[in-house]
């Protein structure tokens, strides 16, 4: 028992922290497009019976998987991370 205690007095620290959160988040992140790829994507059959089928002619539920509600929302957006640093360096303010 003197081992368990020894581990967590070396790794569970509060300066360990955010490395466990941002550990957390990552395999979250995995984990979450994983199960979203399993059981939306169209070209993945899990099922043995869906897999004898070949290659099926299905367009709309293509479409459905590769326009989803995260891409709807950023569809019309610039693609900028920081727009507002963006644009004080590109237009800077003029003194006089």
Not at 74 to 90: L, Q, T, W, Y
Request: charged share 25%; hydrophobic share 40%; with cysteine.
């Amino acid at each position: 028992m003197a081992s368990a205690g020894a581990w967590s007095k070396r790794w569970i620290r509060p300066e360990v922290y955010p490395l466990f959160a941002a550990t957390g988040v990552a395999v979250s992140i995995c984990a979450m497009q994983l199960i979203r790829n399993i059981t939306t994507n169209p070209e993945v059959r899990v099922i043995k019976e869906k897999r004898a089928a070949g290659i099926l002619e299905n367009f709309d539920e293509g479409k459905r998987y590769s326009q989803h509600g995260f891409r709807k929302f950023i569809d019309g957006k610039r693609p900028e991370i920081m727009p507002a640093v963006n644009s004080f360096f590109a237009d800077p303010p003029k003194y006089d």
